[in-house]
């Protein structure tokens, strides 16, 4: 078990709405990044960020958002959700090393 | 072309085999490579990092990069039923350092039947 925690564990939200995802990352790391993974597909990078500035973002629209606070923990939000949201969204932190990963938000969009 | 493409299988073996996975990449620049396994409806957990090619062992597990074919594997030893999982292969993008962006081959779904 990693010191990555990720809440809440299961979400389903309604087309058009908006969700926010929490992570919090483990002792001694100032790196998050976020990632969506489609059933049966590798993660996608979403984006990173480092001691609260965003440091890197992948393919995604602008509708997907990021906080990191103080204590390194983040959130993800995403806006106007589609039906293509439907994912496992997972955190993974990291500081000089390897990333490693929370147990992941599983988000069904209906 | 993906930047790390991986055979997603399923694989499927008897207990106690030698299992290979194996995913190969685009870009001969990328330096750091990873193994991750993934339980259903879990996070991805670390197994094996690596900088640079050769092998890198981890009891049953041994990690293998070869750079000058872009190819990289996995190995596990006396494979249990408790291995039964997707494994992930991955590397850092370019201009990252190593806790940058990871790019993602498709997983590979491995069953180790008793």
């Known amino acids: 078990e990693t010191g990555v925690t990720q809440s809440p564990t299961h979400l389903i939200k309604t087309r058009g709405q908006q969700v926010t995802l929490r992570c919090s990352s483990q002792?001694?790391?100032?790196?998050v990044s976020w990632y969506q993974q489609a059933l049966g597909q590798g993660p996608q990078f979403i984006f990173q960020?480092?001691?609260?500035?965003?440091?890197g973002r992948g393919n995604f629209p602008p509708r997907f958002s990021g906080l990191q606070f103080p204590n390194y923990s983040s959130e993800l939000n995403v806006n106007a959700l589609e039906l293509d949201d439907s994912a496992l969204y997972l955190c993974?932190?990291?500081?000089?090393?390897?990333?490693?990963f929370g147990q992941g938000t599983r988000l069904t969009v209906v | 072309q993906k930047e790390v493409e991986q055979d997603p299988g399923p694989l499927s073996v008897p207990e106690g085999a030698i299992v290979s996975l194996n995913c190969t990449y685009s870009?001969?620049?990328?330096?750091?490579f990873m193994w991750y396994r993934q339980y259903s409806r879990k996070g991805p957990e670390l197994l094996m990092y690596?900088?640079?090619?050769g092998n890198k062992e981890d009891g049953r597990f041994t990690a293998q990069v070869d750079k000058s074919s872009k190819y990289i594997s996995l190995f596990i030893r006396d494979s249990q039923p408790s291995d039964s999982a997707t494994y992930l292969c991955?590397?850092?993008?370019?201009?990252?350092?190593?806790?940058?962006?990871?790019?993602f081959g498709q997983g590979t779904t491995l069953q180790v039947k008793p």
């Open positions: 960020y480092y001691r609260e500035e965003e440091n």
């Open positions: 993974a932190s990291s500081n000089t090393g390897p990333a490693f």
């Open positions: 690596t900088y640079s090619s």
């Open positions: 870009n001969s620049a990328f330096q750091y």
């Open positions: 002792s001694g790391h100032n790196t």
């Open positions: 991955a590397t850092v993008s370019l201009g990252s350092s190593n806790t940058g962006k990871l790019i």
